[in-house]
């Protein structure tokens, strides 16, 4: 089994700045694309920034120049580090993984956190 956990949320004013972090633990032989998606009340959830193992980085226009995604493979482990934060911004933060448990297991599964909310607001 593989679990998620997400860590650094919380309530922080506008203009300021907080760090996520996702651990995927379990039985894991790789990881692929990891990714940060978020949900605000009342909206569909969306694709924030994504990396491949290899850090090759995708981010929503919304986010460009603020957030910032990165990874440490040998922790399994992806951060997101959001800048200049705007009320937009409140939502809850989902990790995702796409997770090989075997060498054979070429494509992965898709694995989610439990989320984490961020809440931007004076």
């Known amino acids: 089994q593989v679990q998620l956990v997400e860590s650094g949320g919380g309530l922080v004013q506008p203009g300021g700045s907080l760090r996520l972090s996702c651990v995927a633990s379990?039985?894991?032989?790789?990881?692929?694309?990891m990714s940060w998606y978020r949900q605000a009340p009342g909206k569909q959830r969306e694709l924030v920034a994504k990396?491949?193992?290899?850090?090759?980085?995708n981010y929503a226009d919304s986010v460009k120049g603020r957030f910032t995604v990165s990874r440490d493979n040998a922790a399994n482990t992806v951060y997101l580090q959001m800048n200049s934060l705007k009320s937009d911004d409140t939502a809850v933060y989902y990790c995702n993984g796409v997770v090989r448990v075997r060498i054979r297991d070429f494509n992965g599964s898709e694995y989610w956190g439990q989320g984490t909310q961020v809440t931007v607001s004076s």
């Open positions: 990396i491949t193992s290899g850090g090759s980085t």
């Open positions: 379990g039985s894991i032989y790789s990881i692929n694309t």
